[in-house]
């Protein structure tokens, strides 16, 4: 099976998509080793919120994330396998963000919301260029 060349625009979504989920991995790292920039950027509040999530909340996190770095350099490596990890790295992303809006927990309504719609894009996208032939 061959498959076709990307246009211009396919490397672009797929650098920012890396670029996006590598600050995803790095807000996970920060919170996971509870650093002190990390700390820093919240009240007291949100840090005893955080330090109290279940445990699945903090597995769908880290899934979310580094699934979806994993998936961004399979995109520029042009894998079919992205498609997957986009997938569940969005079913993740559903389950973390939607714990935190349920909850209560949601600093920021509209990034979390964001956070949602970016992940929805991203597994379309991969699906999308899987279809068009970019992904072998």
Do not use: C, D
């Not at 990307?6 to 509870?34: E, F, K, S, T």
């Not at 994330?65 to 990890?85: D, N």
């Amino acid at each position: 099976m061959t498959t076709k060349k990307p246009p211009i625009w396919y490397w672009i979504v797929g650098v920012v998509a890396l670029i996006w989920n590598a600050m995803g991995v790095n807000a996970y790292l920060q919170q996971a080793y509870n650093t002190e920039s990390y700390r820093a950027m919240y009240s007291k509040e949100q840090l005893e919120i955080a330090a109290n999530l279940p445990s699945f909340v903090t597995a769908a996190f880290a899934l979310a994330v580094f699934g979806g770095a994993l998936a961004s350099l399979l995109l520029l490596f042009r894998k079919k396998l992205a498609v997957m990890l986009f997938y569940v790295s969005l079913i993740a992303v559903v389950i973390q963000m939607g714990y935190l809006l349920i909850n209560g927990y949601a600093s920021s309504i509209p990034m979390t919301i964001m956070i949602i719609l970016f992940a929805v894009v991203l597994a379309w996208f991969s699906k999308y260029s899987a279809t068009k032939g970019y992904l072998n």
